[in-house]
């Protein structure tokens, strides 16, 4: 069975500086990697995708994630981190022959001024 | 296109009854996904539905139901509410015919609170 972790229930980050949001997973197989985030009473919005090839993505909002394939991760990244950016945030994987995302936990990113 | 639309957004309910939510896809999605939202569970799968077929079916007692209608809209329903059943219910679409490398596209929610 796949699971997805998300190791930190909050990251804290100031405005302006890099912000970095960790996911590792277990899958057998092809695994599939997504990135949601969820802002105060809304549903999930897609920020990007790994499917194949760069093992960096890149994604709405200035957003982007590093695949690495031997560390089974798959952390998003922001360069420059904006008050804005403040919300929840999900990884998931989906392993190669099905069609159901597993979601972690999700990850409370808060960017302060 | 118009989005995932969910009705109601909210609703209170007593233990006991039941309820029934509805989701509309996006045009032209016909896979539509369920799922329940809680501070402590997460996000957990309820089912999935194709072209009016139940695909895949979540680890939830047999009180939670779903179908899906020939213009792909779906309602889920909760019948002998239970306190736990209190939750955020998440509706999401996507695009293909069922593949690992679909985007699902979810809706606002509707936020159940039972009584």
């Known amino acids: 069975a796949q699971s997805v972790a998300q190791p930190e229930d909050q990251v804290n980050v100031a405005e302006g500086n890099p912000l970095t949001v960790k996911c590792t997973y277990s899958?057998?197989?092809?695994?599939?990697l997504f990135w949601y985030v969820q802002y105060p009473n809304r549903g999930l919005q897609f920020l990007l995708k790994y499917i194949t090839g760069d093992n960096l993505v890149k994604g709405s909002y200035g957003f982007e994630a590093e695949f690495n394939k031997s560390q089974t991760s798959f952390h998003l990244k922001k360069p420059s981190a904006l008050v804005s950016d403040s919300a929840l945030y999900f990884c998931?994987?989906?392993?190669?022959?099905?069609?159901?995302?597993?979601f972690g936990r999700g990850t409370s990113l808060i960017v302060h001024p | 296109k118009a989005g995932v639309t969910q009705t109601p957004r909210y609703l209170i309910k007593t233990r006991g009854q039941q309820v029934t939510l509805s989701c509309s896809p996006i045009?032209?999605?016909?896979?539509v996904s369920w799922y329940q939202q809680t501070p402590g569970q997460g996000l957990q799968f309820l089912f999935e539905?194709?072209?009016?077929?139940?695909?895949n079916k979540g680890n939830f007692p047999g009180r939670f139901s779903g179908r899906q209608f020939s213009n792909s809209r779906s309602e889920m329903n909760v019948s002998t509410l239970e306190l736990g059943d209190s939750a955020l219910y998440l509706c999401?679409?996507?695009?293909?015919?069922?593949?690992?490398?679909?985007?699902?596209?979810f809706g606002p929610g509707t936020r159940l609170t039972v009584l």
């Open positions: 899958v057998s197989g092809n695994p599939y």
């Open positions: 539905y194709f072209s009016e077929t139940q695909r």
């Open positions: 045009s032209g999605h016909r896979s």
């Open positions: 998931a994987v989906t392993p190669g022959g099905s069609y159901i995302p597993t």
């Open positions: 999401a679409s996507s695009p293909g015919q069922g593949h690992s490398t679909d985007t699902q596209y």
